[in-house]
Every structure is written in C-alpha cells, then in structure tokens.
C-alpha cells in the first residue's frame, strides 16, 4: 500500500503544508497560510529591527494548512500518512514557562512582543552578540563559538535570549525556559508537556546555540555567567540532548489526531531549521553548495566528516554532524538580506502609491500594481549593460550573516548619476546579492573546502531568470534550480518518510523523492571576466563602510 507524508514549512511571512507520496515525492496538493498578525506588522518594529510573530499564527497555520489539504483526498489517503516532519525559520525561539507553554499564549503576555517568538532576522540584540563574542575570545576557558564560524550572531539563541531578560523583568521572571520554533511545534503535534522534556533539534542547537558533542553538549554555566550574571542557572533549565531530524519526536497526540482527523499512529519528526531541510529536499550532495533563496539565503553544504575532521571554517553560521544528513558534516552560511532587498527597492519607489485617494484606486489595485514593478523592472534590468553601467552596490541592509557575521554594517548604493534609472539600480542591486553570493564561496574554498556547482531553490529561483544568470557568471559555476514549488516543504516530508519507517534513512528516501532539476544556468563566458573585475570593486566598497563602520561614521 502507497504510504504518505506531510511536510509543513514555516517561512518569514507564512506557513505551508505539503502532502506527498513516499514513492516518489510526488505532490498530490498543498496549501499556504499567511501569517494574519505578522500581515498586519503588529509587534514588530523594523526602525528597531524588531521582528516578532505570535504563536497562535503558528498555531492557526498549522490547523488550517493541514485540515485543508486532508479535504482533498480520499480516506483512504488519510489513513496511510504515517508521519509529518516539520521546519522553520531559525534562529526563532520564544520564552516558555516550566510547562513548555509560550508566555504570549498566556493571557498577561499575549500583547507583549517580549513574550514572543523572536524571529531570525531580529536584531535588536548587536550588542548582546558582541559580549558573547568578546566573552569567547577573553574568558579564559574554550572558545565556544569554534565550531560556528568563530563568530556569535545577534540572529542566534543565546544573544536574542539575553537581550530579551535585560530589557524585560516581567518575561525574565516568568521564563522558566526557552525553545526554538522548530522544537515547539513538534512537541504542540505530540502533546509533550514539560520544557525539560521537549525533545532539541540538533541542527538548531548545534548551528545557534552552541551546543557540541566536543563541549559535552552547552557551554558550562561558568561561560554564561561570564557574560552576565542574569543568565546564571539558565543552562540547567535548557537541555542535553539532541537529536537528527531522522528521529521521532513521538506519535501525534490523541488532542491533534481528532483536531486534525489523522490517524493516531503518524510520528512526528524532530524539527529543524527550513534551509537544512530545504537542502535535502533540493538533493543536497557533497562539493555542491544549495542556495534556499527567500527573503534571506542559507547556503548549505554537507561533507564527509573524515575529509572535514581537522577543518574549522571561519566566519560562517557553523559545521555541526549530522545537522543536514544524519552522519554527514552539515554546514551553513548565508546571507541576511536577500529577496528583503529587492522588496525594498520596490517598497521605496512605489512608497507615492500609497498617498492615492482610495476613491481613485483601490487597496487591491495598488496590491497588484506593486507586485508587478519587480517584473517590469526585471525586464528593463536584463537590458543594462554593467560595463557601462556605473552604479554599484553592496547587499547589507540587513546586516551581513557570512562571511563574519556583523548586523551593525549597512547597504550601500554608488555611482549614481541624474543619468541613472531604476532598472540601473535594480540590476545593481542583484548583482550586489549575487557577490554577497560569492564571497561565502570564496569563504568555503579559502579554508579548502571543494565546491563544484551550486543548487538553487525558493521563489527567486523560480522566478527571475535574470537573477540566477547572474549569479552563475558570478560564481562562474552551473546553477541547478529545483523543479519543485515546495522543495523546502518536500525536503521535511522526506524525513517524515524515514520517521515514518518507510525509508531506512535520509539518502534512500533523497533518492527517490528529491526534486529533479527544472533549469541549468552555465556561465556566460564573456561576463565571467566582467564579473570578476566588478567583484573586486565590490569587496573594496565593503572594506571600505566596514572601517567607516568600526570608526563610528
């Protein structure tokens, strides 16, 4: 009998649910939910970097996203899905309290964005993440932040959790202790209650918080009151193990079995994050560097753990065993801002749209004249000449995540002129992208590491030909893009196939259900040199609002 899988993936903006069948991969349907709060920019604050969701659009997401795709086929369907698997954006943790409950989904918290899950791309804790790093390098024992590129994020767990419990006494005191997203929802599916007993992502705890075989798990206590003194004890509430996304976190519980109308056999998998997960579902090889493009990049690599036994790559988000492919070496870098820059770009020059009398033009006409100037402007963008062009740009403006994490840099555009159109600027800008690209290659290889073609997936890859052309002229490699429109979602339903038992491990069930490749971009032989000259301009205009940035300017 066929057997079938859900993978659920939870994005910046919103969650979606695939059902696929175990034999191929095969999609039978999907659906999308958009996050209704995060829609709305409640509780965020982007002048701050201050990005937070409420548990409930999880929650809602997740109900809706599944119920709905169940409508769709048959019981019999229904009754051979043996397992869900589920991803997130990471790293996104929230307070809990000694139940394993969010603090936002307790009445006293629930307006309180401190109480909330904190979203990869929240920033507001810089200077929590230099500390750590100032810690690391001067407190006299390991330096814990080795085995992730050698530089602590304010992305990451630890100093999003520090920032949190100084700027918030109520959430301190009532935080008995903390989870990833990617743990949380596994643990909702299985009814787990306790926070010691909510079962940690490997790839979560190994890529954000520190967390190492080598170091006996988490860095000692000792370390964090290094730091500061309110993160005393904090270890003790946290966790020991952790486990690859190859097993169970349990079986559903009875609760979410009858919510959902599922079995009461499928097995939830251990979570992680989306780009890892992604990765596997975009058929993830050694020497092959995937690129999940969304509103940032993970680029991921995995390796054999002999050949990378004695290599410590510097300036990336980490290398931790087993976090992509139980028993490979699984590594990750990326960059902060991503398809974020060309909404940028779009939200800045149709910021006039906005002041229309709506007796003129309707919220939805003015919804759909902004979602096509990124097409237009790709159209007009693919006909600049970047060698007469002479606008450059640099991808910062969120921050820089590889290489050498640092949130406190900033975006940069030059060279313009009242010459200078916005098709100018928008090549400009994917160009800029398409270097960030190439400086985390060019990380890999500098500390030895082979990298011989590049994977793509997510919507950019998909659906801007300009954008992936120049990304192989500049890594001046092929650039696979993967067939399929969920290869985030189908990369977590191949683990939920080897929860299942229907696979014995993640390669078997990769090999067969992996998304084939829709489209090869080959470098363009006269624009590789081109490129090269241009990426040099590039790094010197990085170097160059790096000083200025270290000199307070």
């Known amino acids: 009998m066929e057997k079938f899988v859900i993978g659920i993936d939870y994005g910046s903006d919103s969650c979606r649910a695939v059902l696929a069948s175990t034999k191929d991969g095969h999609e039978l349907t999907s659906e999308v939910f958009n996050y209704p709060r995060w829609r709305k920019g409640l509780y965020c604050d982007p002048s701050q970097s201050q990005y937070r969701q409420h548990p409930l659009d999880y ?38 309290n000694e139940e394993g409950v969010p603090l936002a989904l307790l009445p006293e918290f629930a307006q309180n964005p401190n109480a909330m899950f904190i979203l990869w791309k929240d920033h ?15 407190w006299g024992g390991e330096d814990y932040t080795k085995y992730i590129g050698g530089v602590y994020s304010s992305e990451w767990f630890f100093a ?93 519980s009875e609760e979410w079995a009858q919510k959902l109308g599922l079995p009461k056999s499928v097995r939830i998998g251990i979570g992680a994050f989306d780009c890892h997960m992604g990765a596997v579902g975009g058929n993830i090889v050694p020497k092959a560097i995937v690129k999940v493009m969304g509103t940032s990049t993970c680029d991921i690599m995995i390796e054999d753990k002999e050949i990378m036994k004695d290599v410590l790559v510097e300036g990336i988000c980490g290398q931790v065993d087993g976090s992509v492919v139980p028993g490979m070496l699984g590594m990750e870098a990326g960059q902060s801002a991503f398809g974020d820059v060309y909404a940028w770009f779009r939200q800045l020059i149709s910021w006039p749209l906005g002041l229309i009398p709506k007796e003129k ?5 003015i919804y759909k004249m902004k979602k096509n100037i990124l097409f237009e402007l790709e159209k007009e963008a693919k006909k600049v000449n970047p060698v007469k062009s002479t606008v450059l740009a640099l991808d910062w403006i969120n921050g820089r995540r590889t290489p050498y ?3 406190n840099l900033k975006g940069a555009i030059t060279g313009i002129t009242l010459g200078t159109s916005a098709p100018q600027v928008y090549r400009a800008l994917i160009e800029a992208t398409a270097f960030g690209s190439k400086a985390i290659v060019e990380r890999f290889r500098e500390s030895g590491v082979e990298i011989n073609e590049a994977i793509a997936i997510g919507g950019v890859a998909k659906k801007s030909p300009l ?30 196939a080897v929860v299942g038992g229907v696979y014995k491990n993640v390669q078997s069930a990769q090999q067969k259900m992996a998304s084939p490749v829709e489209q090869i971009y080959y470098p363009e032989k006269d624009m590789v040199d081109i490129y090269e000259e241009l990426y040099q301009k590039y790094l010197e205009l990085g170097r160059y609002i790096e000083e200025k940035t270290k000199q307070g300017k």
């Open 361 to 365: 033009m309707s919220n939805e006409e």
């Open 467 to 496: 954008n992936m052309q120049i990304v192989a002229n500049v890594l001046n490699m092929p650039v696979k893009v993967s067939q399929s429109e969920q290869t985030v979602a189908l990369g977590a339903s191949i683990f939920a």
């Open 405 to 407: 994490a640092n949130q």
């Open 160 to 252: 999003k959790i520090l920032r949190t419990i100084r700027v918030d006494k109520k959430v301190r005191e009532a935080a008995y202790s903390w989870v990833e997203h990617c743990d949380w929802i596994p643990a909702l599916l299985t009814g787990t209650k306790g926070a010691k007993n909510i079962m940690r992502s490997r790839c979560a705890a190994g890529h954000k918080a520190m967390w190492n075989e080598e170091f006996g798990g988490l860095p000692p206590n000792e370390f964090f009151l290094s730091i500061d003194p309110l993160l005393d004890g904090l270890r003790d509430r946290l966790f020991e193990k952790t486990y690859t996304s190859d097993q169970s976190a349990g079986e559903i």
């Open 59 to 96: 929650i809602e997401g997740l109900e809706y996203t599944i119920k709905t795709i169940l409508s769709r086929v048959d019981q019999e369907t229904m009754d051979n899905i043996v397992a869900i698997s589920v991803d997130t954006t990471g790293s996104t943790l929230c307070a809990i």
């Open 124 to 138: 507001t804790a810089v200077k929590e993440a230099d500390e750590i790093n100032w810690t690391a390098r001067n």
